[in-house]
């Protein structure tokens, strides 16, 4: 069964360094979506990206934050300098439809620890 | 704006007995619902969803849910509950016409041998 694969899995980053978290979306799939679960909290909505663009975001995703899709199979989040608060779980996710169609698909998920 | 709220935050059954786990939604519009299983360490994975086809969806792993709409609730059950179930359940919302889903805060199952 098609899966969305990220990468790492557990990452930890120093303070203020920039960090980038990878995910390998399914590929037949159109929309791309970034989630985070702080621990013991529930999960939240990041961005989606559609057509090569943002196409919705919350007020998290501040510009400390982007996303990129540098080829046809990666889609990328990179937080610029990290704060000990960007701590948590991070799950990539992709849909060959919106939301309300059938193959919402999350991975796994990367564990980000800013010490 | 969409929101689900989810009763306990802790539910702990008997192995072999009733699984029930709720959550009511807040949605202006008939919306899509959905429950996702989180075992550790691991990531989301779709259990069932509501897309208004019928009001009584059956998921994987014997759970089912009914939607609800006079009550906005979508609780989450299995008739005999199993060690194996034990894992963090979310609920979530997504309206028709957005991309993103709404989760709500979890409910943690602990099945006791």
């Known amino acids: 069964e098609p899966e969305v694969t990220q990468t790492p899995s557990h990452q930890v980053t120093q303070m203020g360094q920039e960090v980038i978290l990878r995910c390998v979306p399914i590929?037949?799939?159109?929309?791309f979506y970034w989630y985070r679960q702080i621990l013991g909290q529930k999960v939240e909505f990041l961005v989606s990206f559609y057509n090569n663009e943002i196409s919705e975001k919350s007020e998290i995703f501040d510009d400390q934050f982007s996303v990129e899709r540098p080829d046809g199979s990666n889609f990328t989040l990179k937080i610029r300098s990290t704060k000990l608060e960007d701590s948590a779980m991070y799950f990539c996710?992709?849909?060959?439809?919106?939301?309300?169609?059938?193959?919402?698909?999350f991975g796994s998920g990367t564990r980000l620890t800013v010490v | 704006a969409q929101s689900v709220t989810q009763l306990g935050s802790h539910v702990s059954v008997s192995e072999g007995a009733l699984v029930l786990l709720r959550c009511n939604y807040s949605s202006s519009v008939p919306p899509y619902l959905f429950w996702y299983v989180q075992y550790p360490n691991q990531g989301l994975q779709l259990l069932l969803k509501?897309?208004?086809?019928?009001?009584l969806v059956k998921g994987i792993n014997g759970f089912e849910a009914e939607f609800k709409k006079s009550e906005t609730s979508f609780h989450l059950t299995k008739p005999s509950a199993h060690m194996s179930d034990a894992a963090e359940y979310f609920c979530a919302v997504s309206d028709r016409s957005g991309n993103q889903f709404y989760f709500g805060t979890g409910t943690s199952l602990t099945v006791i041998p």
């Open positions: 509501y897309t208004s086809a019928a009001t």
């Open positions: 996710a992709s849909s060959p439809l919106q939301a309300s169609g059938p193959g919402y698909t």
């Open positions: 590929s037949n799939h159109l929309y």
